[in-house]
């Protein structure tokens, strides 16, 4: 590994004391290497105090370690394999924010923030970013799942915010971006506060500091954030007692409704991609999300039987009278989905589904009144 000897023994140096010790007596020399590195000024107290974040300089060190492997000097050495072992150490921790970061193209984004103690959403300098405090038991949920592997915090949070507005929708279509960073607790917040009262001034630099420091990329995909680009934000305002209802009523140990709620988010950010390109795979997915909506409907009115599909119907008929046509529009969505997964079926049988803007609309707006019934017993307002 050919890192310059000066600078590799301040690295060197800092990765030993922090592992050892958990916190670093001299500094300025670190500081300058990294600051002259990632090209930034020296900055104000609270930039220093990040920088010297032993995440940051794992961080730091892990980025210089790789660009030195991607030139071609491979590692020798019992220093740089000890080197090698500081970088990944990882001391014990019980929980981990993580901030997720999105896409401007295809999204519409809320324009109001809504924090909680576990979980913030929040604009910065009119860019949507979202942050939630997560065990680290639920990192062995991660499974390579798509999005980005949402948290189950984060799958609640924007269920909250996308399902709380009015009956029908959707109204807002959050577009992931690989622009994720699960961070120590202490790197964003002081040991008196929580996710509701975060900085986000502090968040973004964090995250400004962690972009400058990641090498890079050597060649494979990346879905960035498009930084630069310019955002839109929905026009409907959140009544804030039914967002904090619907998120009070989330329960994170719910597996139906955490499933239902991530095939619908994901249906909506599938349909504003690449104009319709995955408009079957949307529709798919909100099929398979309207059909978790009925078994939460099933479980609010009678909890603990095994889910029936009629008596299910006539619930939604008496519940929902304003809208004397779910019902149809339910039964319509079971052949829709017949007609997606096979061709050989009773209707309209072709390998090109017959497929129409107004099945997505249709079907989300109904998904999204019925999740939120299914939660909290109370019915979405319409739209003014």
């Known amino acids: ?74 590692p020798t050495g019992e220093e740089e394999k000890k080197f090698l072992n500081l970088i990944g150490y990882k001391p014990p921790s019980e929980e981990l924010i993580r901030i997720r970061r999105f896409r401007s193209i295809g999204g519409r984004y809320p324009a109001q923030d809504f924090r909680t103690e576990d979980g913030t959403y929040g604009l910065i300098d009119f860019e949507p970013f979202l942050m939630t405090r997560n065990p680290i038991d639920w990192q062995k949920e991660d499974f390579g799942a798509e999005l980005g592997s949402m948290t189950r915090g984060e799958i609640k949070l924007l269920a909250s915010l996308m399902f709380s507005l009015f009956a029908g929708g959707p109204y807002l279509y959050f577009q992931f971006s690989d622009h994720v960073y699960d961070l120590p607790v202490d790197l964003i917040l002081s040991v008196e506060d929580n996710l509701s009262t975060i900085s986000l001034r502090r968040v973004k630099t964090v995250t400004q500091i962690l972009d400058r420091i990641k090498p890079p990329s050597q060649g ?42 991530f095939l619908m988010i994901k249906a909506a950010s599938l349909w504003t991609t690449g104009g319709r390109v995955f408009s079957e795979n949307a529709l798919a997915d909100l ?37 004397p046509g779910y019902v149809g529009i339910l039964q319509d969505a079971y052949d829709k989905r017949i007609q997606i997964v096979h061709p050989e079926n009773r209707i309209d049988s072709s390998w090109i589904p017959n497929l129409w803007a107004e099945d997505f609309y249709d079907n989300f707006g109904l998904g999204s009144d019925l999740f939120y019934y299914a939660l909290t017993g109370d019915i979405l307002p319409e739209s003014p």
């Open 220 to 261: 494979w995909f990346e879905l960035t954030h498009d930084p630069g680009g310019r955002y839109e934000f929905s026009g409907h305002e959140h009544d804030f007692d039914r967002l904090d209802k619907l998120n009070s009523a989330f329960d994170l140990s719910n597996d139906l409704a955490l499933r239902t709620a």
């Open 1 to 74: 590994m050919h890192m310059d000897r000066i600078h590799f023994d301040v690295v060197f140096s800092a990765l030993e004391e922090i592992t050892e010790n958990g916190v670093l007596r001299s500094s300025d020399r670190l500081i300058s290497v990294i600051c002259e590195k990632i090209d930034i000024p020296r900055g104000d107290k609270e930039t220093t105090e990040i920088l010297l974040h032993p995440h940051v300089i794992r961080a730091f060190a892990e980025s210089s370690y790789l660009e030195q492997i991607f030139e071609g000097n491979d």
């Open 287 to 323: 099929l398979f999300g309207l059909e978790g909506c009925l078994h939460l409907v099933h479980q609010r009115f009678n909890p603990g039987a095994n889910f029936e599909v009629q008596p299910t119907f006539d619930h939604i008929d008496l519940t929902f009278p304003h809208f």
